[in-house]
């Protein structure tokens, strides 16, 4: 284990690459898919095979490289992420080209990006078209992209202060800690990634069990159960059967995925960043109060809208067709606020009771805000919006009571001031990147509409919005290569933020 810490990151990675293709094998050898275990299992032994040697050329006694390269960590950890966002995939794509015939290695490659960045957009749309071994290894991948994005969260982008950290820290974003913790400061990062993966693994892990087993005693097939309960952990929405809808758990199996959505949330769902027995409760930290306060006002908004903008409603309204309308809406909004994408039953019948025509706009608005700092969630974050929330409340005080002094402790007023300002500045960067993105679409002939939606799907990581959010779904299998190419780099930049990217061009990351 010591040494497989020391490796070289992208190392790590290609070895548990190639271990992990070994589980769709397996599965495909119970089934007697010959074709797509030979598939696995030779990719499984080609990376494993490269991955050992490299790592062997490149090994080094204990204390050989002590310090070396130090002053460059914070750049190399940051490249090593864009690396394995945008060059891992090219591995993972090989064994999913070979065992699915009708496909090119590009679309096998834009899949597997989807996946690993826990996008979930998929270029077929027919799940029929996949085997069951090339959907669990999707779902898979999506796994362990939202087990990476934990670990990574807190290993890397905390100590540089990026990733919503910076709103809730007095340092600059991109600059280093000072007085690190002594795991950041004795340790490289691949061993800090060991570290925390040692200590994440097994709560990702006992999570994704309780919550497979639990759809499976609702309904549910093992197989499907399994592919949704990695989706849902890892907030991918991939799923083999088209969606929550068809799984066969009803209501029960949504109320199951409702409940675990919560931990996409708040990184303190699942751990605390100094745990102590005057704690306050879950329910006052602040992204979940935003996200309270969303689940509760939205859906209950559209559910009174049915009697103040719907004059005329078609059908036979019950009141239990009514309250599945309600529980409707409250499932998307977590599940599109936890950038998820599953749809429930009752959502249709809740566009049907609020009369709204299309509901576009509400869901990529969920989207945008995004889930916890440090979750598999994307979007903007929740923390980033608490903060603009309270600065704006200060603002209404003094226009109230001009000299009134804000108060609430000297961590509230740094959120207030220098957390909302960089918050904004992130904004601002996630609104230009939109209508960048928007503009090189249109380029190729996507209208508005179809930009719009396939933007904000890619760089929310919320593949399955471009399902719901239009008049008629939309399809990513109808796009052409370079709408593909331009997207897939989208979903990069969503999983890794822009700060990230923006503090690889800060002149002091290259100066030796």
């Known amino acids: 284990m010591n040494r497989f810490s020391r490796m070289p990151f992208f190392v790590q990675l290609m070895l548990v690459s190639g271990a992990a293709m070994m589980v769709p094998a397996i599965y495909a050898l119970v089934l007697r898919e010959w074709d797509d275990a030979r598939a696995f299992v030779y990719a499984s032994v080609l990376f494993s095979s490269l991955a050992l040697f490299i790592a062997i050329a490149r090994y080094r006694p204990e204390g050989a490289d002590a310090g070396a390269g130090r002053d460059r960590e914070g750049r190399n950890q940051l490249l090593t992420l864009l690396g394995a966002y945008t060059l891992l995939p090219l591995i993972l794509a090989v064994p999913f080209s070979e065992a699915t015939k009708d496909t090119t290695y590009f679309n096998s490659y834009f899949e597997m990006v989807s996946a690993l960045t826990t996008t979930g957009a998929t270029l077929f749309d027919d799940p029929a078209r996949l085997t069951k071994p090339v959907h669990l290894w999707t779902a898979l991948v999506g796994w362990l992209g939202g087990l990476f994005a934990w670990v990574t969260a807190v290993a890397v982008l905390a100590p540089l202060n990026l990733g919503g950290f910076e709103v809730i820290s007095s340092r600059q974003p991109g600059q280093a800690e000072t007085r690190a913790s002594q795991i950041t400061r004795i340790a490289a990062a691949p061993e800090r990634m060991a570290k925390f993966t040692s200590k994440l693994f097994p709560i990702y892990l006992g999570l994704t069990l309780a919550l497979w087993f639990a759809l499976s005693m609702v309904g549910s097939t093992p197989y499907v159960a ?149 979750t598999t969630a994307g979007g903007v974050k929740l923390i980033r919006l608490y903060a603009l929330v309270r600065h704006g409340e200060r603002e209404i005080e003094k226009l109230i009571s001009p000299n009134s002094v804000g108060g609430a402790g000297a961590n509230a007023r740094r959120i207030r001031r220098e957390g909302a300002y960089v918050a904004w500045v992130y904004f601002m960067v996630f609104a230009f990147t939109i209508a960048a993105v928007m503009m090189l679409l249109s380029l190729y002939g996507q209208n508005f509409e179809a930009a719009t939606i396939f933007t904000i799907s890619a760089l929310t990581t919320t593949g399955p919005l471009v399902q719901v959010a239009g008049d008629v779904p939309l399809s990513y299998a109808a796009l052409g290569s370079p709408e593909k190419l331009i997207l897939a780099a989208t979903m990069v930049l969503g999983r890794l933020e822009m700060l990230a990217i923006i503090a690889l061009l800060n002149p002091e990351f290259w100066r030796r």
């Open 226 to 374: 399994l592919c949704h309960a990695m989706s849902v952990m890892a907030t991918s929405g991939i799923s083999p059967v088209g969606g929550l809808t068809q799984a066969g758990g009803g209501f029960m199996g949504e109320l199951l995925v409702f409940a675990f959505l919560f931990l996409a949330l708040s990184r303190k769902t699942f751990t605390a960043d100094q745990p102590r027995l005057d704690a306050p409760p879950l329910w006052r930290d602040p992204e979940m109060k935003i996200a309270l306060a969303l689940i509760v006002t939205v859906p209950l908004l559209l559910f009174l809208r049915h009697w103040v903008a719907v004059l005329e409603v078609s059908g036979d309204w019950t009141v239990g067709r009514a309250l599945s309308s309600l529980w409707g809406g409250t499932f998307m909004v977590l599940s599109f606020l936890s950038t998820s994408g599953f749809e429930s039953r009752g959502w249709e019948e809740a566009r049907l009771w609020s009369g709204l025509q299309a509901p576009g706009v509400l869901l990529m608005g969920l989207a945008i805000f995004g889930g916890g700092v440090a």
